[in-house]
């Protein structure tokens, strides 16, 4: 495979791999160094790809894989990514809803790092890339059976993880409503 083609697949698919990395690793740089190693990896071992149009299914499989192994070896991981500040979000959000999709966004994020990396890699291969439980199966080479249970088990994890601890359920538009009124 030539120089030029790829560089076109670094950049045509670096953007989905670092992102599959970083919701696995929670960490900028640790997502970096995995995608990285995933790329390497990817082009090493191109030779074996059987069908090239799923090169960006296979590098973000890569990826998690290389994330998972980052984070076996990094047992202790401090997350200290900054958020992106209110002026990267669309003029059509108010700071309040910036500040509840930021809220959210941090609880699902923290859910999916207390998850086994095993766990976090379906969940992340499903919602994150778009990709359906066949190709899941065929990437990690496992049947598609076990992805479904894979899949729900996970799913189920998350949610208790995100469910209201006591009263502390969330009123921001409950709040917003009422002070406007």
Not at 108 to 122: C, M, N, Q, T
Not at 147 to 157: H, N
């Amino acid at each position: 495979m030539d120089r030029d083609t790829l560089e076109q697949l670094y950049h045509k698919h670096f953007a989905k791999t670092y992102r599959s990395a970083y919701m696995v690793t929670g960490n900028a740089q640790l997502a970096e160094d995995a995608t990285q190693e995933a790329f390497l990896k990817a082009f090493s071992n191109f030779h074996t790809l059987k069908e090239t149009t799923k090169f960006g299914s296979w590098i973000s499989v890569i990826a998690t894989n290389c994330a998972i192994d980052i984070l076996r070896k990094n047992k202790r991981i401090i997350l200290t990514d900054k958020e992106e500040s209110y002026s990267n979000s669309s003029s059509e959000n108010s700071p309040q809803d910036y500040w509840e999709q930021q809220e959210t966004y941090q609880e699902v994020r923290k859910a999916l790092l207390s998850l086994e990396p095993e766990d976090r890699e379906i969940l992340v291969l499903k919602y994150f890339n778009e990709l359906s439980i066949q190709e899941i199966a065929e990437l990690v080479s496992l049947p598609s059976g076990t992805i479904k249970s894979r899949l729900f088990r996970a799913r189920e994890k998350v949610r208790k993880l995100l469910q209201p601890k006591g009263n502390k359920k969330r009123h921001y538009n409950k709040v917003n409503k009422a002070r406007s009124t």
